[in-house]
């Protein structure tokens, strides 16, 4: 037992540091408050630095992620990650600052072990706020019925609910200072972009038209010292991703660091070190912040349904939400780190999980034996590793999360977000370029010593830059997003190609050219559409008898990855009658993927015409490259040339009703044709969706009697014959009707003038922007206003 004068000296220095911590804004002050915690813990014994996990250690957290002045903001009010400390030494640009908290929160740092050693004595424990949890979490914990499920089908949940004893009916999320710590770590990205999004709106909603406030809304151009000339090591989130990953999530040697671990022999879920646990806790924690999140079919549908589990979510958050922006960067980083494992067991002659992933029941306790006593470990649904590798730990949470931003990324949105998770999904689908040099450089700020030993380490690892069969397997068990997702994103760039023609060709294009990288990617992915749509298995060639086996697998990940979705939710997309039955990507039909790809380079390049430009020889360059892709992905020459015309042809068939959403009724609206269709765009978010439809209807039957729709033909002169017989103009009623001929004369000349003119010119009535909402809230408060002036003006005259 420590003497009394220990105690209250090691609590009045935590009170002390952490009044220190709140008032620490400046670089000077920062790098001070980081050099005092160390000495803190230095002088003192785990059992005397409880007082300041106490008492120091949350207003620590508030600091570093929200820049609170007070511990408790954090959970109780919206924390703003601008004024923390790490968007603070962002903006500042100031390696010192940086270089000093690195030190403070790095995994070998003195922090760190005082974390290990009050973890391992049980000495404090902390309550994560239920609100800043993912939010298929919150909504679980909203009812009895589900928090008591909780547990049981996540693991990284697995002995950390408690009843609350100030409410026993009423559970918490119970934590140890490195679980705390993590959670905090991983929701910091969320709350960022949440706070960058709502900062964008209302700067863009105030000062629309300011060139200055249109940059400042997008977070990449939000600061000037960003961009190119910010130095990645003022970065200080992603410098301690990757320590953290580097640190606790092996990608190598995984299995060996618990060699019972697949058998009976388990070791006991108190087991301190246990390096497999701790690296399971992390990757699921960011998984589930990271990807899953909103996701309203959060966990695999055969888990759910073994513990007889039926989340009513969809129903509950109504319109389904994209993605959080922002975390391309961080998601990214993540997923290229884990596919490090997959390079590992391929380079290593290993194979990866060629079926679904499977699950088993794991006796999961804490990994740091914090639950200890009377704490009852119960039994969690967990992926099976295979070979070592992560794939299986991340391919439906991170399938779903790239799928969503592809389905429900709104119109009129920046294009910013989707074009991040579309990175993430580009390196996903080539693992076999992933080298440990994509990572040297923050392997050299993180630990530069161990640069030259770590890249030894790795230096087979990931050397064949290109497509070769010892990847089969990993293509096989990752199938659906060489396949179905590819025709979710040509939805996508559909959806989006009036946004900027230019970014949309060229993903579209990348995507082509992982797909043709190689003749055997090529010949792989064609055989498994084959076998999966063939009838009768055991016949034809051998070669496509053996991938019969995986066809199941296939299947089953349809029906899973794709769980919940329905036509109604994705407007855009072309699989609204084939939800998790079948694969459309070689199919020979209106919505396979050959049809659409053509139809979207024959838009594409009107585009381009349309809008020219100097780049214009590049973007047709690239457009034409991009046929040569679809051809060598479908076979011969699929894809015709389009002798361009300014104006549109009458024989030309419109095909783009496969683009709309499926109504009842006579499609009249999608035969208009006008250039460009710039009316036969989606409903943005700024016009009125009723009078918007109303409108285009009203201005396609204005163009068709006005014989607008027809190009401009050579006139038919017309006589007319004057009768020789004169008559005298006598009286006011035959003077008046002469004057109301010739005004009436005059205006139907004119307007014949105007009629040909627009003809001549290509031109259409266009009443679309009167539904405007800023046109129609003027024309509403103008109404409005005379009505009121009328009413006071008759309510004075009496």
């Avoid at 105030?206 to 809304?217: C, M, Q, V, Y």
């Avoid at 990953?245 to 990608?251: E, G, K, M, T, Y």
């Avoid at 389009?642 to 683009?659: C, G, M, T």
């Avoid at 009707?737 to 205006?747: E, K, M, N, Q």
């Amino acid at each position: 037992m420590l003497p009394h004068s220990y105690t209250v000296d090691s609590q009045s220095k935590s009170q002390d540091l952490a009044s220190s911590i709140l008032s620490s804004t400046s670089s000077s002050q920062i790098i001070s408050t980081c050099s005092s915690i160390d000495s803190f813990l230095l002088s003192h014994s785990p059992d005397q630095t409880r007082h300041f996990f106490s008492l120091a250690f949350p207003p620590l957290i508030s600091k570093l992620f929200f820049g609170l002045t007070d511990s408790s903001a954090a959970t109780s009010s919206k924390p703003n990650p601008s004024n923390g400390w790490i968007d603070s030494v962002l903006s500042s640009n100031d390696p010192d600052s940086a270089n000093a908290v690195f030190s403070l929160l790095s995994p070998s740092s003195i922090l760190f072990h005082s974390i290990s050693a009050v973890d391992r004595l049980s000495l404090v424990k902390y309550v994560f706020p239920i609100e800043r949890l993912p939010e298929w979490t919150r909504f679980a914990l909203s009812s009895n019925k589900f928090a008591q499920a909780l547990s049981d089908l996540s693991p990284l949940f697995n002995s950390k609910l408690k009843h609350d004893p100030v409410k026993p009916s009423a559970l918490q999320i119970q934590l140890n200072v490195f679980e705390y710590y993590l959670f905090w770590f991983a929701y910091y990205p969320i709350c960022k972009s949440n706070s960058e999004n709502s900062d964008s709106i209302s700067i863009k909603r105030a000062r629309k038209f300011r060139l200055e406030n249109w940059t400042s809304s997008i977070p990449g151009f939000s600061n000037s010292k960003r961009g190119n000339e910010q130095r990645i090591e003022c970065n200080l989130y992603l410098r301690l991703l990757y320590a953290y990953l580097r640190a606790f999530v092996p990608i190598h040697d995984l299995n060996a660091h618990q060699p019972y671990r697949s058998s009976l022999l388990h070791y006991a879920s108190g087991y301190d070190g246990s390096v497999t646990m701790r690296a399971e806790f992390v990757v699921n924690a960011f998984v589930h912040f990271w990807l899953v999140d909103n996701d309203f079919s959060p966990l695999p549908v055969n888990v759910l349904k073994s513990h007889g589990v039926s989340f009513p979510f969809r129903s509950v958050i109504g319109d389904t939400p994209p993605p959080a922006s922002g975390l391309g960067e961080v998601v990214k980083l993540f997923v290229k780190y884990l596919n490090l494992s997959s390079v590992a067991v391929t380079e290593d002659g290993g194979t990866e999980n060629c079926g679904n992933p499977r699950w088993r029941v794991l006796n999961s306790g804490s990994f740091d034996g914090s639950s200890g006593g009377g704490a009852k470990s119960r039994d969690v649904a967990v992926p099976v590793r295979q070979a070592g590798s992560w794939n299986a730990w991340i391919q439906r949470p991170l399938y779903r999360f790239i799928l969503r931003t592809f389905l429900f990324c709104p119109v009129g949105s920046s294009i910013k977000n989707a074009s991040e998770v579309f990175d993430v999904w580009i390196t996903y689908m080539e693992p076999w370029t992933i080298t440990w040099n994509d990572f040297a450089e923050l392997d050299a700020i993180v630990d530069g010593v161990n640069k030259s030993e770590r890249k030894e380490d790795f230096r087979s690892h990931g050397s064949n830059n290109g497509y070769s069969p010892s990847w089969q397997g990993y293509v096989l068990s990752n199938y659906l997003y060489y396949s179905s997702l590819v025709m979710h994103f040509i939805g996508f760039a559909h959806k989006f190609l009036h946004s900027d023609v230019e970014i949309i060709v060229r993903m579209v294009s990348k995507v082509m050219n992982i797909l043709t990288s190689s003749k055997e990617l090529v010949d792989l992915i064609k055989n498994v559409d084959t076998v999966f749509h063939s009838k009768q298995a055991g016949s034809g060639k051998s070669m496509l008898n053996s991938l019969c086996r995986f066809v199941p697998s296939i299947r089953e990940q349809l029906q899973d990855w794709e769980d919940g979705l329905c036509e109604s939710d994705a407007d855009g997309s072309f699989l609204h009658e084939n939800w998790n039955k079948d694969l459309r990507l070689f199919s020979n039909g209106e919505d396979g993927g050959q049809q659409l790809l053509q139809l979207f380079i024959l838009r594409a390049e009107a585009e381009l015409q349309a809008i020219s430009g100097d780049n214009l020889a590049n973007n047709l360059k690239c457009l034409d490259s991009l046929k040569a892709q679809v051809s060598c992905l479908f076979g011969g020459h699929t894809v015709r040339t389009l002798s361009f015309s300014p104006e549109p042809k009458q024989n030309s068939q419109s095909r783009d009703d496969i683009f709309k959403p499926r109504r009842v009724g006579n499609h009249a609206s999608l035969e208009i044709k006008y250039r460009g269709d710039w009316m036969k765009r989606p409903i943005s978010d700024d016009e009125v969706a009723w009078l918007a439809k109303l409108l285009v209807r009203f201005s396609a039957w204005l163009n068709e009697s006005l014989g607008l729709n027809q190009a401009e033909s050579s006139p038919a002169w017309s006589y007319v014959e004057v009768s020789t017989d004169v008559a005298n103009v006598c009286g006011p009623t035959e003077t008046m009707r002469a004057v109301l001929c010739a005004i009436s004369s005059w205006l139907l000349t004119l307007a014949a003038v105007v009629v040909r003119l627009m003809k001549s010119h290509g031109l259409r009535v266009n009443l679309r922007m009167l539904a405007s909402k800023k046109v129609v809230m003027f024309l509403l408060l103008s109404a409005v206003f005379s009505v009121v002036k009328k009413a006071f003006g008759l309510f004075h005259s009496v």
